[in-house]
T-cell receptor
Framework: DTEVTQTPKHLVMGMTNKKSLKCEQHMGHRAMYWYKQKAKKPPELMFVYSYEKLSINESVPSRFSPECPNSSLLNLHLHALQPEDSALYLCASSQDQGAFTDTQYFGPGTRLTVL | GQNIDQPTEMTATEGAIVQINCTYQTSGFNGLFWYQQHAGEAPTFLSY????GLEEKGRFSSFLSRSKGYSYLLLKELQMKDSASYLCAVRTDTGGSYIPTFGRGTSLIVHP
């Protein structure tokens, strides 16, 4: 199984809503990532979890709250988002972010629209 | 910081060969990745270079010159399905973490 899955595929929410994005992998990877990607732009790193601990937070606003319940799951909790937060949210996983030959594998993404 | 540069857009003909270049300026270089991304989909891993030279994988090849801060992705026998964005990502060693930074991507349009 070399797949990273994400749910939901599409999400439309209002600025006062609370929602969560989910990501799952069963490759035994110990690093998981959240990226945000706007149209025609490269993915921007948001958070990195390594061995279920938050290792990198790229100064992301607190309206985005990550959670790693176990080594296979990664959530992104959303609250009081702004329309400019509308984007494709990508989850990725890799064997070990500290490994020399580490390679990231991406999920299909969640297309988020904030009204 | 890092500076990664790729052409914004390229066009090519079905059946032809195209070379997509990527130049970078960084310290602590630790490898270069190429990803393919179709519109609205996730990036998919194509290749990884950490030593100088050419890596070949079927129709796709990737080349790296560390001294020149330069890589290219070569696509042969182009097919219409190769129309996509191609992302160059450079990984650096930042205190024991090896996380790649993505370039802006090159949008490749393959026409009949």
């Amino acid at each position: 199984d070399t797949e990273v899955t994400q749910t939901p595929k599409h999400l439309v929410m209002g600025m006062t809503n609370k929602k969560s994005l989910k990501c799952e992998q069963h490759m035994g990877h110990r690093a998981m990532y959240w990226y945000k990607q706007k149209a025609k732009k490269p993915p921007e790193l948001m958070f990195v979890y390594s061995y279920e601990k938050l290792s990198i937070n790229e100064s992301v606003p607190s309206r985005f709250s990550p959670e790693c319940p176990n080594s296979s799951l990664l959530n992104l909790h959303l609250h009081a988002l702004q329309p400019e937060d509308s984007a494709l949210y990508l989850c990725a996983s890799s064997q070990d972010q500290g490994a020399f030959t580490d390679t990231q594998y991406f999920g299909p993404g969640t297309r988020l629209t904030v009204l | 910081g890092q500076n990664i540069d790729q052409p914004t857009e390229m066009t090519a003909t079905e059946g032809a060969i195209v070379q997509i270049n990527c130049t970078y300026q960084t310290s602590g270089f630790n490898g270069l990745f190429w990803y393919q991304q179709h519109a609205g989909e996730a990036p998919t891993f194509l290749s990884y270079n950490v030593l100088d030279g050419l890596e070949e994988k079927g129709r796709f090849s990737s080349f790296l010159s560390r001294s020149k801060g330069y890589s290219y992705l070569l696509l042969k026998e182009l097919q219409m399905k190769d129309s996509a964005s191609y992302l160059c990502a450079v990984r650096t060693d930042t205190g024991g973490s090896y996380i790649p930074t993505f370039g802006r991507g090159t949008s490749l349009i393959v026409h009949p």
